[in-house]
């Protein structure tokens, strides 16, 4: 099993998109976790939705960042 990477300072930007879309059939609070944002899955959401506008991204729910 492999253990997760504990952050001192949560993701942003493209690579908390990047993080986002890799685990998003996760669960927001898995996710939340895995980009250094521990249990603080508002803070997580809030941050991941101005990064994805930033970007001119658009999405209401974690799972739209899931692709085929």
């Known amino acids: 099993m492999t253990t997760p990477i504990t952050l001192n300072?949560?993701?942003s930007?493209?690579?908390?998109i990047s993080?986002?879309?890799?685990?998003a059939?996760?669960?927001?609070?898995t996710v939340a976790?895995?980009?250094g944002y521990g249990e603080d899955v508002d803070q997580f959401t809030e941050?991941?939705?101005?990064?994805?506008?930033?970007?001119g991204i658009e999405i209401d729910e974690l799972g739209e960042l899931l692709t085929d």
């Open 25 to 29: 059939a996760s669960g927001r609070a």
């Open 9 to 11: 300072v949560p993701l």
């Open 13 to 16: 930007g493209i690579i908390l």
């Open 33 to 35: 976790r895995l980009c």
């Open 47 to 55: 941050t991941l939705h101005a990064a994805c506008a930033e970007l």
């Open 19 to 23: 993080c986002a879309k890799a685990n």
